[in-house]
């Protein structure tokens, strides 16, 4: 038997991403950073501003919404009346946005991209999305930074509920890597979730209330918004920081958004592994 390869080639290759990858925590922190800094290597290689893009992209975002929103078509919060109270509440929610769709526009395709890599050297595929949320983790350090600068600059705050927010980013953290682990899969094994996906945070993004307050919803509706997993995070941070109101249940309901995507993407990738290995 171990000398026919047809034998022995379809085991080596279910277990190519998982048997001979090492298991012991300290061994994959340290795998994981090596591919972090192997990201942000390429991720700025040959751009003239380098590493500032980090900071110039969501700066630049939160100013072009502002601009057409705040100013352009004078959109008001009710609740937050300080003179950019407009600016605070777009920025709570692009604080949540922002890394969360660049770890899930990253992370869809980080298994496909490397193939090839997964087929050669066995390693924990779980490294691959979780450096895509990684990645974006300095994206939301300072979406966050700044909210807490300017919130407080504007009076608004600090509120004893801000000792909520460091739970909030964890709850943020999970849920967008369960979700990135499982779109990376099936990405992986149903080449078109790509697409899929890139339209779909397309939708998501005017479904969340991030340009507009969720006062300016019809109250029948609100409760719908507890069925998107980013805008139960854009209200809890909200309330978190800025004292504004959100739909009764919007903390449960964020719990069990986090363990239905956060676990359930976890047990999806982890299920989806003997696919992966024979798709290697």
């Given at each position: 038997m171990a000398t026919d390869g047809s034998m022995t080639r379809p085991a080596s290759h279910s277990t190519a991403v998982s048997s001979a990858a090492p298991r012991n925590p300290r061994q994959l922190w340290v795998l994981w950073r090596y591919w972090m800094v192997r990201e942000f290597k390429t991720r700025y290689a040959g751009s003239v501003l380098g590493f500032a893009w980090a900071f110039v992209q969501p700066l630049a975002t939160l100013a072009i919404f502002y601009v057409l929103f705040g100013l352009v078509l004078a959109v008001r919060v009710p609740g937050l009346d300080v003179s950019n109270g407009y600016l605070l509440h777009l920025l709570a929610g692009l604080a949540v946005w922002l890394?969360?769709?660049d770890a899930i526009g990253r992370g869809v395709g980080s298994l496909a991209a490397y193939e090839d890599f997964l087929r050669k050297q066995p390693m924990p595929a779980e490294i691959l999305p979780a450096v895509s949320?990684?990645?974006s983790l300095l994206v939301l350090g300072i979406g966050y930074g700044l909210l807490l600068i300017l919130s407080v600059a504007q009076g608004v705050g600090p509120y004893a509920s801000?000792?909520?927010?460091?739970?909030?980013v964890l709850a943020q953290i999970a849920l967008t890597f369960g979700l990135t682990l499982l779109l990376s899969m099936a990405h992986f094994l149903w080449r078109?979730?790509?697409s899929m996906v890139a339209f779909a945070l397309q939708l998501w993004f005017y479904l969340?209330?991030?340009v507009y307050p969720l006062s300016q919803v019809p109250e029948k509706f609100h409760n719908w918004f507890l069925f998107n997993p980013v805008a139960c995070l854009v209200l809890m941070v909200q309330s978190t920081v800025l004292h504004m109101p959100v739909p009764s249940g919007t903390p449960l309901a964020l719990v069990v958004w986090v363990v239905l995507?956060?676990?359930g993407g976890w047990w999806?990738?982890?299920s989806m592994k003997s696919a992966l290995g024979e798709a290697l």
């Open positions: 890394p969360f769709t949320v990684g990645g801000l000792a909520w927010l460091p739970v909030l078109d979730v790509g969340t209330p991030v995507l956060g676990g999806f990738f982890r």
